[in-house]
């Protein structure tokens, strides 16, 4: 787990890693945390991106527990996170014949026991392809080397995943899961399908929203970095 001293050691990593430096990432060890994308019939998603903090020293657990009672530092942290996902998605965009759209990121946290919890929830519009009955899942994991954290994808409610590359780790029928630092790159795809003898979930279509465009590609692990960066600057 991250301790605020490997983290602030690590911010030049971040700093590489916003200028589009390639195999930054892949240089990193696995971290703690997981990226559960939930996928929708019509290609939307619910996702969450978690972060896992040592709390064992006292100076962390005082850090932590002064982001728990700050929404608006929570807020910064959330609009800061939202961009760094545009950005993701912007990149995407410029390669398929959909716009991936990024809504509000709000952010919960939690301590259990010497573990510390932030995590990242927002809604993510045509984030997969739909191909007939088919849901398909590949950018914009597929345009990155690897993701630092376990990833985590759901099929829709009454599918269940058809094909998953590379092979995951996990495979529970409408889940498969990647340990972090697994290789992604282009062969990255995910098909969800109706589970044999179900009945289709109905498709829900989201009510438009402003579109919003990014920039260079970055890498997706840094919401700790983040969080630490805003820390930082802080009166105690």
Not at 76 to 101: K, Q
Request: glycine share 8%; hydrophobic share 45%.
């Amino acid at each position: 787990m991250h301790t605020v001293v490997r983290l602030l050691a690590a911010l030049c990593i971040a700093a590489l890693a916003l200028s589009g430096a390639a195999g930054t990432a892949a240089a990193q060890s696995a971290a703690d945390g997981q990226f559960v994308v939930e996928l929708d019939a019509d290609g939307d998603a619910d996702a969450a991106f978690t972060e896992e903090f040592d709390l064992t020293a006292p100076e962390d657990r005082e850090i932590f527990e002064e982001v728990q009672a700050d929404a608006d530092l929570r807020a910064a942290v959330a609009e800061r996170f939202g961009e760094e996902m545009r950005f993701v998605s912007g990149t995407a965009n410029e390669g398929i014949d959909r716009e991936l759209r990024v809504g509000e990121v709000t952010v919960e946290t939690a301590a259990v026991g010497e573990t510390g919890i932030v995590v990242y929830e927002f809604r993510w519009e045509n984030l997969a392809a739909v191909d007939d009955d088919r849901v398909v899942l590949a950018e914009p994991f597929s345009l990155f080397e690897t993701l630092d954290r376990e990833l985590v994808v759901v099929a829709p409610e009454g599918y269940e995943i058809e094909s998953a590359s590379p092979e995951p780790e996990r495979d529970d029928g409408d889940t498969v899961a990647w340990p972090g630092m697994t290789t992604f790159g282009e062969g990255f795809e995910v098909v969800a399908a109706p589970a044999s003898g179900g009945e289709m979930a109905p498709i829900e279509h989201s009510p438009e929203r402003p579109v919003t465009h990014g920039g260079a590609p970055l890498a997706l692990g840094i919401s700790a970095l983040i969080l630490v960066s805003l820390l930082v600057g802080r009166k105690r």
